[in-house]
């Protein structure tokens, strides 16, 4: 039986997981559960009769702490943004195989992450559903020459003003029922943006061999092109139940045994291009790939700092993107190689988004 411990557990992906160890009865051994001022981590512990930490605000070392007293065979993190960073290289740095969702860790950990985990002989096994599908894929064609990426769209994609936004309209994804944080940027496509990135880096692609395509259904999770030139998917029924188990299990548990079978009698496959200028987060995010060096990290951070603002109610919609943009105008070519000057360089970002901030006219 595998040990796990969930970080992050009383969000969209913590839950989603331990509804599916409860409810399908899963064998794994849940051996710790990390929240962030949330005390619902207190029933769920006494669920699984496991020790708990309810993170309440920045005191260094308490999760490194807690993971050296518990320790697992493979940490899921669903913590949500950038503080999801830390608590990826304090797992890795316990020489833990990491399950992550938290794809900030890899936008903004960039080579410096992997560098870690090698050093450490650590697993990085990703969990977002895009890439853990590519990952799939890639162990059965490792010679793929190109990644495709596929998106929902969001809710606007066939909205061609979004002036008027609502955050309740924001909030409303057609396929997937994630955190609030996730939801916003599947609405402006930030997170196929982030996501470009976290494939780059995750499988060593550049921006030029990997692309996105619009896919409403959300069954196709991606695709590789090969040497021959075909194109090869795989197909799921979208729910993030799959990706999570799959990675804390390795593959090891039958897709059947979690989520009814996909249904071939009536199923619609779409696949349209995107728009640069409707979707400019996206665009920018190609242009951080390419570029990388402190890219990356101030594209994330001015998207973090926008997006919380939007959700508080105090910018519009629209004002997002011309946020990231303006910190993206800066210069970031400096390479970080510390978690020190990943920090220094995500601070200086986070502040330049704040002064967007201060200078918007806002609602
Ligand atoms: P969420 O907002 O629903 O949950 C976040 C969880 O992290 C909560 O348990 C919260 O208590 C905890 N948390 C927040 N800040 C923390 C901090 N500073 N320290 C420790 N814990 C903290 O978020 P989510 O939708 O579950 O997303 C989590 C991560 O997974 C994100 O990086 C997201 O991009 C990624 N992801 C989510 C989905 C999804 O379906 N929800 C899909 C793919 C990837
Ligand atoms: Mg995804």
Redesign the pocket.
């Known amino acids: 039986m595998r040990s796990i411990i969930i970080?992050?557990?009383?969000?969209?992906?913590?839950?989603?997981c331990i509804n599916a160890i409860i409810g399908k009865k899963l064998d794994f051994q849940v051996k710790g559960l990390?929240?962030?001022?949330?005390p619902g981590?207190i029933a769920l512990a006494r669920t699984f009769s496991c020790p708990y930490l309810l993170?309440k605000g920045k005191k260094d070392g308490e999760?490194l702490e807690f993971l050296k007293e518990n320790r697992a065979d493979i940490v899921l993190?669903?913590?949500?943004?950038s503080?999801?960073l830390k608590?990826s290289l304090d797992v890795i740095s316990l020489n833990m195989d990491l399950a992550l969702?938290?794809?900030?860790?890899i936008v903004l950990g960039g080579s410096f992450l992997f560098s870690e985990a090698a050093r450490n002989g650590v697993r990085i096994i990703p969990?977002?559903?895009e890439h853990s599908c590519l990952y799939n894929l890639l162990r059965a064609f490792p010679d793929a020459r190109e990644l495709v990426i596929t998106a929902s769209g969001g809710p606007f994609y066939n909205r061609s003003n979004t002036d008027d936004v609502t955050i309740g309209e924001a909030l409303n994804h057609p396929t997937?029922?994630?955190?609030?944080?996730?939801?916003i940027?599947s609405a402006t496509l930030a997170?196929k943006g982030?996501e470009v990135i976290e494939a780059g880096f995750l499988f060593g692609f550049p921006a030029g061999r990997i692309r996105v395509t619009v896919h409403r259904q959300s069954v196709v999770h991606s695709l590789v092109k090969v040497s021959s030139g075909a194109y090869y998917a795989q197909l799921t029924p979208p729910d993030?139940t799959l990706?999570i188990i799959s990675a804390l299990s390795d593959g090891k548990v039958s897709i059947d045994d979690i989520v009814e079978p996909l249904d071939f009698t009536n199923l619609d496959l779409t696949f349209r291009s995107w728009d640069k200028k409707q979707f400019p987060l996206l665009d920018a995010a190609y242009m951080c790939l390419e570029r990388k060096q402190g890219w990356p990290i101030a594209f994330n951070m001015a998207n973090e700092v926008a997006v919380n603002a939007f959700l508080d109610g105090r910018i519009p919609y629209n004002r997002i993107a011309e946020i990231v943009l303006d910190v993206l105008d800066g210069n970031w070519a400096s390479e970080a190689s510390s978690l020190a000057e990943i920090e220094q360089m995500m601070a200086a970002a986070k502040e330049l988004a704040c002064k967007g901030l201060a200078r918007c006219s806002c609602i």
């Open positions: 970080l992050g557990a009383t969000g969209s992906i913590g839950s989603t990390v929240s962030f001022s949330d981590i993170m999760l993190n669903g913590i949500a943004g503080a999801g608590a969702a938290n794809k900030e860790s969990v977002d559903s997937w029922k994630m955190g609030r944080k996730i939801t940027d997170n982030l993030m990706p």
